[in-house]
């Protein structure tokens, strides 16, 4: 029995089956958190990308068509039932940063209205793995504001 304790031979295997349990959690952790950090980017992408498309000249009236649903973000959001809320927005404003009617006019010096088109884009993103003290779903959401001239 003596000889059984003193023998050293697979403590190495034991080490490692003990150790690979903690590095899987870490590694699906890492994996999950960039797979977050992505489809946060991608929806960020796609608001950056309809602001430009009204900015360049196209209808605020067929972002959702033209930008939103043909993306392939859009559906590979749709395919795994998740839902993508749009809301856009024309906003204008004065030099100083007042708020102002698109066809009103500004007073005092820098006397000229500001023309600004905001997308908002928010989903939701399911981790592989349900962490403690974080929600089974996680809100995201993808914000650009571009000026443009009249």
């Known amino acids: 029995m003596k000889r059984l304790f003193q023998c050293e031979r697979g403590i190495a295997a034991i080490e490692f089956a003990m150790i690979v349990p903690l590095l899987t959690l870490i590694l699906i952790g890492v994996v999950d958190y960039g797979m977050f950090i992505n489809q946060k980017m991608k929806l960020q992408d796609l608001a950056r990308t309809a602001t430009q498309y009204v900015v360049q000249g196209g209808s605020d009236a067929n972002v959702m068509a033209d930008v939103i649903q043909t993306s392939d973000f ?47 884009l928010s989903s939701t ?22 000026q443009y001239s009249q």
């Open 125 to 146: 993103y399911r981790p592989i793995f349900i962490y403690p003290g974080i929600s089974s779903s996680l809100n995201i959401t993808g914000y650009s504001r571009m």
């Open 74 to 120: 859009y559906n590979a959001a749709t395919a795994q039932g998740q839902v993508i809320t749009v809301t856009t927005a024309a906003q204008c404003e004065c030099a100083n940063g007042a708020s102002v009617s698109c066809t009103g006019t500004c007073t005092g010096i820098g006397n000229y209205v500001r023309h600004f088109y905001s997308a908002t």
